[in-house]
């Protein structure tokens, strides 16, 4: 066996051992030992050095440059727009420099789908197509309660745009059930006490750096301005690091499934 072959095998084990246990914590908790990413960043980093010692050429510089670029770019941006949490963005700078290259060439593996030559954004591209799906479950789930009866009160905020982006990101859930399970949700409203009286506002991004929404909402509930059987817009915390596990097997089973739907697109256009 070759070193390269090793190395890929022992990069695939890793990811799939460290993701699929990150997975099953997140799903649990949503919470992840920073231990994971230390395990999986680090030994990636010394395989990864290995192959390019072993097989050095420029080609393969600029692929690790541009996966340990993009995934340090992509995980704090997603991060600091309140896409990601702290833990996917890790995950994904960890993937950045483990997996920059891809494993199935090394393995011998036959891929069926289309490949991308950044392995490290195969992974990112199916994690958040998979993740997108979500979307369509809410809005579904949103329509069937649009049967029995109205989704908005009248005290939200009236902006169309924001309302209909609000019925595929969440769907309204009582204050004190959103209180007591707070790491599960994240609030898509914020109650605002204005010239005595109370208003709603979508805040459909939470940026890193802003206050944390569940402190405002607990002290307005202990105040008695908001009630726990009010209803507020919630949108469910992802665990996103099982759409990256996900990600990661179909990106080694099949490849990159964004790039397979984009030269499908062309293949009709054209």
Same mark, same amino acid.
């Given at each position: 066996?070759?070193?390269?072959?090793?190395?890929?095998?022992?990069?695939?084990?890793?990811?799939?051992?460290?993701?699929?246990?990150?997975?099953?914590?997140?799903?649990?908790?949503?919470?992840?030992?920073?231990?994971?990413?230390?395990?999986?960043?680090?030994?990636?980093?010394?395989?990864?050095?290995?192959?390019?010692?072993?097989?050095?050429?420029?080609?393969?510089?600029?692929?690790?440059?541009?996966?340990?670029?993009?995934?340090?770019?992509?995980?704090?941006?997603?991060?600091?727009?309140?896409?990601?949490?702290?833990?996917?963005?890790?995950?994904?700078?960890?993937?950045?420099?483990?997996?920059?290259?891809?494993?199935?060439?090394?393995?011998?593996?036959?891929?069926?789908?289309?490949?991308?030559? /950044?392995?490290? +954004?195969?992974?990112?591209?199916?994690?958040? #197509?998979?993740?997108?799906? @979500?979307? *369509?479950? &809410? !809005?579904?789930?949103?329509?069937?309660?649009?049967?029995?009866?109205?989704?908005?009160?009248?005290?939200?905020?009236?902006?169309?745009?924001?309302?209909?982006?609000?019925?595929?990101?969440?769907?309204?859930?009582?204050?004190?059930?959103?209180?007591?399970?707070?790491?599960?949700?994240?609030?898509?409203?914020?109650?605002?006490?204005?010239?005595?009286?109370?208003?709603?506002?979508?805040?459909?991004?939470?940026?890193?750096?802003?206050?944390?929404?569940?402190?405002?909402?607990?002290?307005?509930?202990?105040?008695?301005?908001?009630?726990?059987?009010?209803?507020?817009?919630?949108?469910?915390?992802?665990?996103? /690091?099982?759409? +990256?596990?996900?990600?990661?097997?179909?990106? #080694?089973?099949?490849?990159? @499934?964004? *790039?397979? &739907? !984009?030269?499908?697109?062309?293949?009709?256009?054209?």
């Amino acid at each position: 066996m070759s070193i390269l072959y090793l190395t890929a095998l022992a990069k695939v084990l890793l990811c799939a051992i460290i993701l699929s246990l990150a997975s099953f914590e997140d799903w649990r908790t949503r919470e992840i030992s920073d231990i994971f990413w230390f395990v999986m960043g680090g030994s990636g980093a010394v395989l990864t050095a290995i192959e390019v010692i072993t097989d050095f050429s420029l080609n393969r510089l600029m692929v690790l440059a541009l996966s340990v670029v993009a995934c340090l770019a992509l995980g704090f941006g997603l991060y600091y727009v309140g896409f990601f949490g702290g833990a996917d963005a890790k995950c994904l700078w960890c993937l950045g420099i483990t997996l920059p290259y891809n494993p199935t060439s090394s393995l011998g593996l036959n891929v069926l789908g289309t490949q991308n030559p /950044i392995f490290s +954004i195969s992974i990112f591209n199916n994690s958040i #197509l998979t993740a997108a799906l @979500l979307a *369509l479950g &809410i !809005a579904c789930f949103n329509a069937v309660r649009r049967i029995r009866g109205p989704l908005f009160s009248g005290g939200e905020e009236s902006s169309l745009w924001r309302r209909s982006i609000a019925l595929v990101l969440g769907y309204k859930m009582k204050v004190s059930r959103v209180l007591s399970k707070k790491d599960f949700y994240f609030p898509l409203e914020e109650f605002v006490v204005e010239n005595g009286g109370v208003k709603r506002r979508f805040r459909l991004l939470i940026r890193c750096l802003d206050d944390d929404p569940y402190v405002k909402l607990r002290e307005l509930v202990d105040k008695g301005v908001v009630k726990g059987d009010d209803e507020i817009w919630v949108s469910p915390a992802i665990p996103l /690091i099982v759409n +990256i596990t996900v990600g990661f097997f179909i990106a #080694l089973f099949y490849g990159d @499934l964004v *790039l397979a &739907i !984009a030269r499908g697109l062309l293949n009709l256009i054209l």
